[in-house]
Structures are given as C-alpha cells and as structure tokens.
C-alpha cells in the first residue's frame, strides 16, 4: 500500500463494525488449514504479516508475506520469547478508529493498523500431557504475545478481529468476499467471545500446572474449564435446558472413546446414572453387570459370565430395574441380548457387541446402545465437584476401598469366609448408594437396597421389603454409616441377616454390638463411612 494513501486510510475514521480488512498478521502454533486461508485473503488483497514459523510455512508455499520485523523494526530476539511485544503492534491493534485523539498518535508514532490476528497458542496442554516431561520445557511451551495479540484484538473487536480457531478460516473467507473485505459487528462480537474463552482456557491449564506443581490440591483460587461436548435435550425435566461438558486437561471423560449405536439422544438423567453405574462397575474385576435408576443402584452382582452377572443383579429389583441403565464390564452375546431385550431398559452401556447381539438389539428402537472403546480406566485423579448457590464444594473422591485386613471384628463371633465375602461386596456396593445407605448382598450379589431415606431404620426396612421373599436368611448388611441405636440392626437380624458390616462410632456402639452378638450375628467396624450426598 502506498504510504500515502495508508496515511489518509488511518486519518479517515472509521465506525464500528465497518473497517475493512487490509492487514492481518497470522501466527499459529497449530497449522492446519494457514496456508489455505493466508492464500484466500491474498487473494481478498489483504496484506499478510508473519512470525517464525508460520512465516517459514508460508514462504513454502509461495504466499507473499511481511515479516514482523519488518513491521516493527525491531528483531525476533531470545530464541524467539520477544518477538511480537512492540508497542507498533499493540497500537495498530487497540486504537479506536473513529476517536480523533487515537487516529492522530497513531500517525504521529507512524503506526500502521492491523486488522485481524490470526493466532493460537503453543501447545501446553499437550505438552504437560506427555510423561516424563521436563519443567523447562513446560515452561517454554507458556506462550506471552500470543494471548497478548489475541486479548488485544478481542477487547478492539469493532475494529480488529480476532480468529482463534481453523474451524472459522472458511466461514471468514467466505464472509469477507460477500462483504467487500469486510465483517459484521455479530461477527466479530462472536469471535471476540470466543477468543476470550480460548485464552481463558489456556491460562486455566498453565494456573493448574503451577498449582499442582507445588502439592496444593486446594489453592485460594480453584480454577478449571470445562468444553462442551454435546447439548441434550432438555435437564433434570422438560423445562430446563441442558447441555454436557467435559474438564478440560482430563485424559477421560464420561464419554470419551463410547459409540453409541442405536436408540435415542443421551438425556441428562442418562448421563447421571451412566457416571454412577461407570463409578460402581470399576469396584469390580470379573464379570459384573450394575443396573443404575435415578442414580441409584437397584441391583448388582457378580457372575461367571455377563449373562448371570444381568440375571442375578436384575432380580435384585425387577420394578425398579425397569427403565434403568444397565451397565456390563463384559461384550454382550446373543444369549445375553434376549435377556435384555425382555426388559425396558433406557441405556445399555457395555465393552462389545457380536453382530447376532446388535441384531437382536436392533429391535429395541429407543433403547440408546453404548459401547465403551476407552482403553484407559476412568480418570479420577480430580477432585468432586458439587455446585451450590453461587459457589462449589470441592472435595477428594471417595475412592477408598477396604481390604478384610483393615477391618475389625466388634462381635464374639467372626465372619465366616462365605460372609466375608458378601460384607466386602456389600461395602463396595454401599459407597455408591445415596445416604442413607443399606445393602443387602448374598453370593456376591445385592438382593435388597435402601437408599436415600432420611432415617436409617426406614432404609433398613425399605432393604428388606425390597428382598425377595426367602432370600434374607444368612444374608450380610452394609451400612455407609454408622447406626446410632440398635433398633436399625435389629430389624435386619430379625429378617435373618447373619453378618453386618459399618463404620462404628457411635456412643451406642456397646448396645448395637450386644444386639448382633445375643442373636449370634458377626459384626465388622470399617471405622470409615461413605456418605453420599
């Protein structure tokens, strides 16, 4: 451009929303699709000013280019940390076009205005992922002018635009030949929200890696972002709107790596009660099947295959399995497809499917089929987060999980092996059941559940009118906390319950073990309980 005519263009004010873009300067970390977009706005007559290596990938390809040297007058410096911080720079991306006052130091200073930034940011997220990476080399990926270009745009968006995403080079394109050079002021209102989040985004992770970095699971500021991974239909109910985000910086998510392979959307309702089938269904190794409703477990079990592992859980609680998320830690065959399909089940959440299976499945038309091709285990390093009014409760995850050698015996008499057992698969289970909790297991499967009664006595007779007639005689108990009177246990034992297991601590505990121990019931204190809330 004429140094003439640039002059009068910078005298000439310019109102919001209607400067035409005749410079832009592209920097970019990720390359994807430059080189396509620095040609399309060539050809637009944009004048295209670069840094490093993007400039090096442009030159490659043959697109004319100015350096930020050049634009500056003043050298990339420090193996590259200085190059773009020059008040040049800043002042031709921040200067209000139709303010006299700016338009006038900006000719005095012979600044020359840029139009729109192209930039993203060095890969930090990407780099902290990697193992056995060094601090250094962490610290050089913490990229300084490209968030200060970016911010600098988004806050000018009236007048410079900022692109942060190869996703939007077409759509720009596109916008900028039927618009004469130039974009809409909802546009750039779009791409300056989106620019601001970016950065947001990446600071969160560089604020986390520090943190981390000197043990403090709870700083003064808990930071952390979270990128939309679908919008649902509707929340909790048809009038809430919805949508589910996966943490930013975590190596898996609720749904990451699942197919899904029939039947309707995913609701939030099902999302809730897949995460907490998913939690439960880690306790176990061999073959399990967990049936999850209003985020509840109402049966689980263990079995020689998922075919038995499904029946034994189901029959549980057959009323309340029905619309539930059943969840299988093995593939699904044909013979365990015709058990399923007898039943109304909303999600079906398992590692595979045969093609017989997926066939019989088929008939199932709004049964929503997952399948789980997430070869690494669930990440749950982070902490529990629980929203509240304006603010969020942060704790560690209950992930604590008992061995018989941490337990003690309070009765006369000890568990058998038998009844060592279902306590331990009981007391896995109980985690995972709302507060307050009772479980009923017998052969490493749940046979009676209370859940989420306000008395703990009303769970304990929920539990047993939830058995099945018959299957309580010689039955364990689980309770996520510990009983304050006696009246709770003994509503069990009188049902036939013969092994309890709970935290203990209560100032009653003498009168709760002297009921187990005068009907000859074993009783194990875990000194730990799990509430969930």
């Known amino acids: 451009m004429a140094e003439g005519t640039e002059i009068a263009r910078q005298l000439s004010p310019t109102a919001p929303g209607k400067v035409e873009i005749r410079r832009a300067l592209l920097s970019v970390s990720d390359k994807t699709g430059i080189v396509e977009f620095a040609r399309g706005l060539t050809e637009l007559g944009v004048e295209i000013v670069s840094t490093g290596g993007t400039a090096g990938t442009l030159a490659d390809a043959g697109i004319p280019h100015r350096s930020i040297t050049d634009f500056t007058g003043f050298p990339e410096i420090m193996d590259g940390r200085v190059k773009t911080l020059h008040p040049k720079l800043y002042a031709g991306l921040l200067a209000v076009r139709d303010e006299p006052s700016h338009l006038a130091a900006a000719q005095d200073a012979e600044v020359e205005f840029v139009d729109l930034v192209c930039v993203n940011l060095y890969p930090f997220e990407q780099t902290v992922a990697r193992r056995g990476v060094a601090d250094s080399e962490v610290i050089e990926n913490i990229d300084i002018g490209g968030p200060t270009m970016i911010r600098a745009a988004a806050k000018n968006f009236a007048f410079a635009a900022p692109v942060v995403s190869p996703a939007s080079y077409d759509a720009i394109l596109d916008e900028l030949r039927a618009g004469e050079r130039r974009l809409s002021l909802a546009t750039r209102r779009s791409l300056a929200a989106e620019a601001f989040s970016y950065t947001a985004r990446y600071d969160v992770a560089i604020a986390r890696w520090f943190s981390e970095g000197q043990g403090d699971d709870f700083p003064p500021l808990f930071v952390r972002a979270f990128e939309k991974v679908t919008d649902l239909s509707y929340g909790e109910n048809p009038h809430q709107r919805a949508a589910y985000y996966a943490q930013v910086g975590s190596p898996t998510h609720l749904l990451s790596n699942v197919r899904q392979l029939g039947g309707k ?269």
């Open 265 to 533: 959307p995913l609701s939030f309702n099902n999302l809730l009660d897949l995460n907490g089938s998913r939690l439960l269904s880690r306790e176990f190794s061999g073959p399990a099947c967990v049936i999850v409703k209003h985020n509840n477990p109402c049966g689980v079990a263990l079995g020689d295959s998922g075919l038995e592992a499904y029946e034994r859980a189901f029959a549980c609680d057959p009323m309340s399995a029905y619309g539930g998320v059943i969840h299988l830690n093995r593939p699904v065959d044909a013979p365990l497809a015709q058990a399923l399909v007898r039943q109304f089940i909303e999600v079906l959440f398992a590692p595979g499917y045969d093609d017989a299976a997926l066939e019989i499945l088929a008939t199932k038309k709004n049964m929503r089929i997952l399948q789980d091709d997430e070869q690494q285990a669930l990440y749950l390093a982070e902490p529990d987060l629980k929203q509240v009014a304006g603010g969020m409760l942060v704790q560690d995850r209950d992930l604590d999980t008992q061995e018989r050698s941490e337990l003690t015996v309070a009765t006369r008499r000890a568990p058998t092996d038998a009844e060592w057992g279902d306590l331990l698969f009981a007391w896995r289970v109980c985690k995972h059941v709302r507060s307050n909790a009772i479980v009923l297991a017998k052969d490493d499967a749940t046979i009676g559940i209370g859940a989420g009664q306000m008395s703990r006595v009303d769970s304990v007779q929920l539990a047993v009118e939830k058995a099945r007639e018959g299957s309580i005689p010689g039955a364990a108990l689980a309770s996520d906390a510990y009983f304050p009177f006696a009246d709770g246990p003994q509503l069990a034992i009188d049902a036939g319950v013969t092994a309890i297991i709970q935290p203990g601590g209560s100032i009653r505990d003498a009168d709760v073990v002297a009921a187990a121990d005068a009907a000859g019931v074993a009783m194990v204190f875990t000194s730990r309980r799990h509430f969930k809330h």
